[in-house]
């Protein structure tokens, strides 16, 4: 009776040492090992901005951020159609710039009727109204279309540099809300660390 009280029983619950009996394990699904990430990184940072810096909105759409990406992509469509527009609108005006519009002709004071080139025999001009395309107007053209220009630049910069962050913090399990209370608004950041 006393060889029972002394010898400890395995209980049911202890498993043998895996490592001195030489049986290697699997690791479980979605678990990680020490050190090491468990899921490789989609992308790396550099290879994310210079695809995003490309076409906006790329790398966005492979780290799952497919609202940025949207966001991107439609700001750099509607900034094209823009400058397409802004482009037209100046190439107008810088051929006009330098045209007139008939303004009054010429009355033959015998007649009163409107007197005729006896070569052409087209009406003789007496004013001219000179283009509204003045060069101030095609000035402000111009700059509406840079601006446009500009806003394409800005939107690719803008998206590569989102991609170099969300390249760096792709695994980083954080969630923000923003709440409106009758006097004011809270932004509630929860991080979750392992």
């Known amino acids: 009776m006393l060889l029972v009280v002394v010898t400890p029983r395995l209980a049911a619950a202890q498993q ?28 790396s940072p550099r290879r994310a901005f210079l695809t995003s810096l490309v076409l906006p909105g790329y790398a966005q759409s492979v780290f799952g951020r497919h609202k940025a990406a949207m966001l991107f992509a439609v700001v750099e469509v509607g900034s094209i159609g823009m400058a397409r527009k802004a482009a037209m609108a100046l190439g107008e005006a810088k051929a006009l710039a330098r045209d007139s519009v008939v303004g009054s002709y010429q009355i033959d004071p ?25 060069d101030d107007r095609v000035k402000a053209r111009r700059t509406h279309y840079e601006d446009w220009l500009a806003a394409i630049v800005f939107n690719h910069l803008i998206s590569g540099a989102d991609a170099y962050v969300a390249a760096n913090l792709w695994d980083f399990p954080a969630n923000v809300n923003v709440a409106a209370t009758p006097h004011s608004t809270r932004i509630i950041a929860t991080v979750r660390f392992r």
Do not use: K
């Open 110 to 134: 015998n007649t009163g009727l409107v007197a005729l080139d006896p070569v052409t025999g087209m009406p003789v001009p007496a004013t001219y109204i000179a283009s509204r395309f003045t």
């Open 16 to 43: 043998t040492d895996s490592v001195r009996a030489g049986i290697t394990t699997r690791p479980q699904p979605g678990a990680r090992e020490a050190g090491a990430d468990s899921v490789r990184r989609p992308m």
